[in-house]
Nanobody
């Protein structure tokens, strides 16, 4: 079974940092683009950041550029989202995702695989 196990969410003050991790299993990790989506209360789900499986192509939402960094560790089949300079508007449930497509395509068509969410709360 495909599993995307996210962790690292929590409560942080504005300006602080959090590091989300996602452990992937049950599929060919190296063949898939991976990423993070989020959904804030009362808002639509949005793509935050995605990373290709090969050439390092990335996607970042304009709202997180310069603050968030996505990375992957192939031997460990893990995905990490380093979030710095957090803002209250970053408060959301964050989901780890994967699909055999491009990072840009992942933002247009909902990815095939989703993990359970991890809650990030940024206080002002």
């Amino acid at each position: 079974d495909v599993q995307l196990q996210a962790s690292g969410g929590g409560l942080v003050q504005a300006g602080g940092s959090l590091r989300l991790s996602c452990a992937a299993s049950g599929f060919a990790f190296d063949d898939y683009a991976i990423g993070w989506f989020r959904q804030a209360p009362g808002k639509e789900r949005e793509a935050v950041s995605c990373l290709s499986n090969g050439d390092g192509t990335t996607y970042y939402a304009d709202s997180v550029k310069g603050r968030f960094t996505i990375s992957r560790d192939s031997p460990e089949s893990t995905v990490t989202l380093q979030m710095n300079s957090l803002k209250p508007e970053d408060t959301a449930v964050y989901y780890c995702v994967a699909d055999d497509t491009t990072p840009q395509a992942m933002t247009a068509i909902p990815p095939h695989y989703w993990g359970q969410g991890t809650l990030v709360t940024v206080s002002s």
